[in-house]
């Protein structure tokens, strides 16, 4: 387990305000971006479809086509703004999540792209299990009305850092997807993610809270701000949760950046100081980490 976090690393969550403007948008993630690694911040994340409102209605409207990669600037105005953002910056940059169009199917995804210092892009997630939920007084939301999901585990390698797990929103939900990216060495599982006003209060931090303490690992979770005019209204709330599950820092429902040092010492010490790392009972239940998984680094 040593060495599995390098070197201490700040991260900052950008919880942007965005709207339906998306260069506006785009400009807009820049300057919050290079204000956040002004700070020192070297790990900088965005929120779930931070180019565009959130809802099916909104994904076909704002879908860009990213393959082949790399896709023309008119293809992809929001692969070109983060590339060019994360060497702007210096910076590692997970940017949120953008709809998707693949232009051979025509199918949609909900897709995170996280980029290198030097513009390079290093990880594609396609949102892995579909927000599709009913709860009759709160909210109702398909969002496979209109998206396909993404069929792998995504792990992005920092080399100065170590490995992250960059998954969605609702993924969050699964802790299979985030068991496997910790027992495949992350140091930390970054969600870009919209919850909303009713699922929000009830399990946003909980489930936070829960994958960090299930792992002993890092966890962030990055929001829009919240557009009281918008359909969907996001919960807001970025957080970072440390390997004990300590919320280390937490946005309230406005724009906002959230930061926090994260060190392979915490972790560490956490795994020492309760050790399940090394007392699972695999011959109780077969580890599923190590049976046919799909993952990509
Ligand atoms: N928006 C999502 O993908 C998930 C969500 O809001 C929830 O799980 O609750």
Redesign the pocket.
Known sequence: MAGLLKKPVKIALVQLASGADKPHNLLHARQKVLEAASTGAQIVVLP?CFNSP?GTTFFPTYAEVLLPSPPTEAQSPSYHALSSIAKEANIYLIGGSIPEREESTGKLYNTSLTFSRDGSLLATHR?VHL?D?DIPGGIT?K?SEVLSPGNKITIVDFPEYGKVAVA???D??FPELAMVAARKGAFALVYP????T???PL??RLLGQGRAVDNQVYVALCSPARDEEAGYKA?GHSLVADPLGKVLGEAEEGEEIIYAELSGEEIEKTRKGIPVYTQRRFEVYPDVSEGKVKYEE
């Open positions: 779930e959130y949102k927000f939920i939301f969002e969605i929103c609702y969050i939900r993610g919209a919850f909303n009713t699922t929000g399990h946003w919960w």
